[in-house]
Nanobody, 119 residues
Framework: QVQLVESGGGLVQAGGSLRLSCAASGRFFSINTMGWYRQAPGKQRDLVATITRSGSAHNADSVKGRFTISRDNGKNTIYLQMNNLKSEDTAVYYC?????????????WGKGTLVTVSS
């Protein structure tokens, strides 16, 4: 089992910055790809950014140039640096990981952290 705990959400004015963190813990062999997704009220959950164990990152077009995902494998932690925030970035941000459980890989989700951008 893997537990993901997000932190760093909050209220920020448009144009401001926030840094989200997500730490994975539990019993697993290794953590493969990790990522951030977000869900705005009344909308589906969408990909924000992912990062592989080797550090290869992929960002959604809507956040390119503004958000940066990074990773510390030693701490099983990922970060999302969010700059130049816009009102449309308001959402609950969820952390996701794919974990190697020994012969099988499984996806896990955190409970989410709310980001509110005021205009």
């Amino acid at each position: 089992q893997v537990q993901l705990v997000e932190s760093g959400g909050g209220l920020v004015q448009a144009g401001g910055s926030l840094r989200l963190s997500c730490a994975a813990s539990g019993r697993f062999f290794s953590i493969n790809t990790m990522g951030w997704y977000r869900q705005a009220p009344g909308k589906q959950r969408d990909l924000v950014a992912t990062i592989t164990r080797s550090g290869s990152a992929h960002n959604a077009d809507s956040v390119k140039g503004r958000f940066t995902i990074s990773r510390d494998n030693g701490k099983n932690t990922i970060y999302l640096q969010m700059n130049n925030l816009k009102s449309e970035d308001t959402a609950v941000y969820y952390c996701n990981c794919n974990a190697n459980m020994g012969g099988v890989s499984r996806d896990y989700w955190g409970k989410g952290t709310l980001v509110t951008v005021s205009s």
